[in-house]
């Protein structure tokens, strides 16, 4: 159980050390929730990296618009799997990320 926790931190810290040093911000888009007994009520999203789709899910915050949701993505542009979707920031429909992405959290018209 020790060891489980210790990894379970490892790779959260990991996680959380790859998008300070390479993340770049993208827009989300949600697809659907999954419910497991595991993780809860999941939402998966998907975003596009210079042309190529990750999917990727997230727990699931009350307010968000599940599917057809755009929320803002961290991303890491060594692995673009590596991400993190923010369900409290919507971004509208008439803003298009550049394909490598924003380099800070500001979002504007392109």
Do not use: C
Request: aromatic share 14%.
């Amino acid at each position: 159980m020790i060891v489980l926790l210790g990894l379970s931190l490892y790779f959260n810290i990991d996680h959380d050390n790859e998008l300070e040093k390479y993340g770049r911000y993208t827009v989300g888009k949600t697809i659907k929730y999954t419910l497991s007994f595991k993780n809860g009520r999941q939402v998966q999203y998907e975003i596009k990296v210079n042309g190529k789709n990750y999917k990727s899910s997230s727990d699931y915050l009350y307010d968000a618009t599940v599917p057809n949701g755009r929320y803002l993505v961290k991303f890491s542009t060594r692995d673009p799997e590596i991400n993190e979707i923010y369900l409290d920031r919507p971004v509208s429909w008439d803003i298009d990320p550049p394909a490598d992405g924003w380099t800070k959290k500001q979002l504007t018209k392109r």
